[in-house]
Structures are given as structure tokens and as C-alpha cells.
């Protein structure tokens, strides 16, 4: 008898979800607005977004000028979201806020659009465009609702964006680095876009190895140029690590920002050297 009935269960199944299927057609056919409308809501809350979102699209157009229409388009724009249709949701979260500023779904509205506009943040390492569109919405959410319950949330979430930012900046002003094929102008192009990033991101964890990345481009800067330039920009290259010393009296790239600062201060003594010998076969000319 078991073996009967487990033989015949897909046939079942299939005949309950037929069943299913049919019962779910026939409402979204119905011209029933009040019984579509209730549909959608039991949909929406056994979470089959899909077939909710379905019918409260077919029903935002007959639903205008009814109290049922402000939640519907916010339920609507919410299946979007857990249908992971970022784009769209944030989409018709935005329309929403925009229609209904004053709804008691304003708030969740505004922060689902900055979730999803989250979503949208593709890895640093690509265009950060929406991850800036997102962090300007969070933004625009945090300063409308100070006192929200999802502040916390929205604050974690910024943070986590902003790092992002900064590391997808770190990797730029690293590009000029690695990019410099030992010609002056591509160190000095690295050493200004690491300094820029410094000043852009005062407090980041990258701070430290930008500075010595930038004591390595400027020390190849004075060594790739012309002679006649290369005392001042060795020069440079001892200010910087005096500065990193300061800065960082334990860093783990003490060891190699010194051997860079001793090689200036050699090569200052060696064109010191030649300049006095210069001068001297020129004052006894």
C-alpha cells in the first residue's frame, strides 16, 4: 500500500499545484477589485512575492483615489525588493517617496531605496556609481529620519560603502605606482595621486602604506631625473620620511623607508661632491 501511494505522489503534487496554478489565474482575470486586492495581501504574506506583485500591478490602476492605493504601491515596489530586483525596486521605492511623502511608509520606503540601491554596489575594483547613488540616499535617509529605528542598520551600511570608496581610491593612486615604467613624470604622477588620496582619506587604514609608497615614488623621482633636478627631490624624500617616522614610529615598512632615505642622503653627499668639484675646476679656470 506504501509503495502504491508513493508512486502515485507526483501525480499528486502535480494536481494540487494545477489546482493551485488554476486558482491563482482565475483571480488574476477577476474583475473582483476587493477580492484581488485580498489575494494579493495573503500572497504577500506566504511571501510568494511573485504572484503578488502581479496582482497588485494589475490593481494600482483601478485602486486610485481609494485608501487601499498608498499601501498598494508600496507592498507592490517591496516585491521587487525581495524578488532581489534591485533596480526596480529602487525604482518605485523612489516613486513612492515621492508620491506619498507624508505616508507612514515613508520612512521604510526611503531606507529600502538606499538598500537597494546597496545591492545594486558592484565590487571596488569596478565604476563605484551606484555605490555613490547609495550612499547619497542613505545619506538624504539619515538626515530626514534622525530618530529611526533602522539609523544603526544605515550607519553600518554607509560605513561599509565608504570603505569601499576608499579602498576602489587606494587602488587608483596604486595604479600611478605600479604604472611608472621608470619614466620621472609617472613617479611624480604617483606620488601627487597618494598625497591626494591622503588628504581625501585622512583617517584610513591605507594611510600608512600610501606614505611609503610615496617616500619609493619620490625616491625614484629624484633618482630617474636630470641631475640638475635631483638634489631637491631627494631632499623631498628626507622631509617624507621624517615625516612617516613621526607618523609611524612602528611601522612594519620602517626597514625599507630608511634604506630609501639613506640612499638620498648618499646621493646628496655624492652630488655635493661633484658640485664642489665643479665649482673648484671652475675657479681654477
Known amino acids: ?15 494540487v499545484l494545477l489546482s493551485a496554478c488554476g486558482k491563482y489565474n482565475k483571480i488574476l482575470k477577476s474583475d473582483d ?8 495581501l495573503a500572497y504577500y504574506e506566504k511571501e510568494e512575492y511573485d504572484k503578488a506583485g502581479a496582482l ?12 487601499e492605493y498608498e499601501q498598494a504601491n508600496f507592498l507592490y ?37 538606499a538598500k537597494s540601491l546597496t545591492n545594486e554596489s558592484p565590487a ?22 534622525p530618530q529611526s529605528k533602522y539609523m544603526q542598520e ?10 569601499k570608496i576608499e579602498l576602489k581610491a587606494f587602488d587608483n593612486a596604486k595604479q600611478y605606482y605600479k604604472l611608472t615604467n621608470y619614466d620621472p613624470q609617472y613617479y611624480k604622477s604617483a606620488v601627487v595621486a597618494l598625497e591626494n588620496f591622503r ?8 594611510n600608512e602604506e600610501a606614505a611609503y609608497l610615496r617616500i619609493d615614488a619620490q625616491h625614484n623621482y629624484a633618482k630617474e631625473s636630470i641631475e640638475t633636478k635631483q ?47 665643479a665649482n673648484a675646476t671652475a675657479t681654477t679656470n
Open 124 to 145: 571596488h575594483n569596478l565604476d563605484q556609481q551606484s555605490t555613490v547613488q547609495a550612499m547619497t540616499a542613505l545619506q538624504e535617509f539619515m538626515r530626514r529620519y
Open 154 to 163: 544605515a550607519n553600518t551600511i554607509y560605513d561599509e560603502l565608504s570603505r
Open 33 to 40: 477589485v476587493d477580492k484581488k486586492y485580498a489575494a494579493a
Open 77 to 113: 515596489a517591496n516585491t521587487k525588493y525581495h524578488q532581489q530586483l534591485f533596480v526596480e525596486s529602487a525604482f518605485h521605492f523612489t516613486s513612492f517617496g515621492q508620491t506619498f511623502p507624508r505616508s507612514q511608509y515613508a520612512e521604510e520606503a526611503a531606507f529600502l531605496n
Open 231 to 277: 638634489r631637491d627631490r631627494y631632499l623631498e624624500v628626507i622631509t617624507m620620511y621624517q615625516a612617516f617616522v613621526d607618523a609611524y614610529p612602528n611601522s612594519k615598512y620602517l626597514r625599507t623607508a630608511e634604506s630609501l632615505y639613506d640612499s638620498s642622503r648618499q646621493a646628496l653627499e655624492r652630488l655635493s661632491k661633484s658640485t664642489n668639484a
Open 56 to 67: 497588485l500591478e494589475d490593481l494600482m490602476p483601478l485602486l486610485k483615489g481609494r485608501s
Open 199 to 206: 588628504k581625501n582619506f585622512p583617517s584610513s587604514a591605507f
Open 1 to 15: 500500500m506504501t509503495r502504491r501511494i508513493l508512486a502515485y505522489l507526483p501525480i499528486l503534487l502535480t494536481v
